[in-house]
């Protein structure tokens, strides 16, 4: 039995002062909920902030991106152990916005889930075909590619400490959200994959999360699928009520 995990994407958004407050609210909101693993991904400059407010909370930490070397003359770079050091228990790897406006690649991706690992942070692995490799066809391939990419020589036990999420491209912050057949279509096709890569026992622990204009209201119906098991929030994560009913949804 997988447990749900919702995560939020705050993206470039949030002051110090505004994820703090953000963050005190919802841990008053979900305070209760046991059922499952709920982070929240803020700026970097954020982080170490918000790790005080979630401290002993059942709110975990997440950062939006992470560099593969350790350290030394990589300016602008922040590497997992500092993550770590931050308070960090997950880290985004390979969003789209990152492999469209910062030419990541699937081979950097696999760099910085090993860097990652390393450290002992759980990465959120992103995957997702644009509008025209939907259109044309080439959905599944495209997802194959990105996995094989991604996840190239990660043993089962490296695969089992990560999380996955499919972001179709089309849908990230465009109001669109794959219906909820659409994204099973996909989710299965990754459990099959990571069946077939690692068999099944292990396949099955791996948590796959949906992204693209997740809200309160199409939540439920993503969640019955069998193979979604939970969420990559972005846009809903930023407002308190969005990202608290989204998690009560999910449950
Ligand atoms: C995301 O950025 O990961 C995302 C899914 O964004 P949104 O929910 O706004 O579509």
């Given at each position: 039995?997988?447990?749900?995990?919702?995560?939020?994407?705050?993206?470039?958004?949030?002051?110090?002062?505004?994820?703090?407050?953000?963050?005190?609210?919802?841990?008053?909101?979900?305070?209760?909920?046991?059922?499952?693993?709920?982070?929240?991904?803020?700026?970097?400059?954020?982080?170490?902030?918000?790790?005080?407010?979630?401290?002993?909370?059942?709110?975990?930490?997440?950062?939006?991106?992470?560099?593969?070397?350790?350290?030394?003359?990589?300016?602008?770079?922040?590497?997992?152990?500092?993550?770590?050091?931050?308070?960090?228990t997950?880290?985004?790897?390979?969003?789209?916005?990152?492999?469209?406006?910062?030419?990541?690649?699937?081979?950097?991706?696999?760099?910085?889930?090993?860097?990652?690992?390393?450290?002992?942070?759980?990465?959120?692995?992103?995957?997702?075909?644009?509008?025209?490799?939907?259109?044309?066809?080439?959905?599944?391939?495209?997802?194959?590619?990105?996995?094989?990419?991604?996840?190239?020589?990660?043993?089962?036990?490296?695969?089992?400490?990560?999380?996955?999420?499919?972001?179709?491209?089309w849908?990230?912050?465009?109001?669109?959200?794959?219906?909820?057949?659409?994204?099973?279509?996909?989710?299965?096709?990754?459990?099959n994959?990571?069946?077939?890569?690692?068999?099944?026992?292990?396949?099955?622990?791996?948590?796959?999360?949906?992204?693209?204009?997740?809200?309160?209201?199409?939540?439920?119906?993503?969640?019955?699928?069998?193979?979604?098991?939970?969420?990559l929030?972005g846009?809903?994560?930023?407002?308190?009520?969005?990202?608290?009913?989204?998690?009560?949804?999910?449950?």
């Open positions: 039995m997988r447990q749900v995990f919702i995560a939020g994407n705050w993206k470039l958004n949030k002051s110090i002062k505004e994820a703090i407050e953000l963050v005190t609210e919802l841990k008053r909101d979900l305070i209760d909920i046991e059922a499952a693993d709920i982070v929240v991904c803020p700026v970097f400059t954020a982080l170490s902030d918000v790790s005080d407010v979630i401290i002993d909370s059942n709110i975990k930490l997440g950062a939006q991106d992470v560099y593969w070397q350790e350290s030394g003359a990589f300016t602008g770079e922040v590497s997992s152990t500092l993550l770590k050091d931050a308070g960090c997950y880290v985004i790897i390979g969003h789209s916005e990152r492999r469209k406006y910062f030419f990541e690649t699937d081979e950097t991706v696999n760099k910085k889930i090993k860097a990652a690992q390393n450290a002992e942070l759980i990465p959120i692995v992103c995957v997702g075909e644009t509008l025209e490799e939907r259109e044309s066809g080439k959905t599944m391939e495209v997802i194959k590619g990105q996995l094989q990419g991604s996840l190239q020589s990660l043993d089962n036990q490296s695969l089992q400490a990560l999380v996955i999420a499919y972001e179709p491209v849908a990230i912050g465009t109001g669109k959200t794959a219906t909820s057949s659409q994204a099973q279509e996909v989710h299965g096709f990754i459990r994959w990571l069946i077939e890569r690692c068999g099944s026992p292990v396949s099955q622990k791996i948590r796959i999360l949906y992204g693209g204009s997740v809200k309160p209201s199409n939540i439920k119906e993503l969640i019955q699928e069998p193979d979604i098991d939970g969420a929030v846009g809903a994560s930023l407002e308190r009520e969005t990202f608290s009913q989204i998690v009560k949804n999910a449950l």
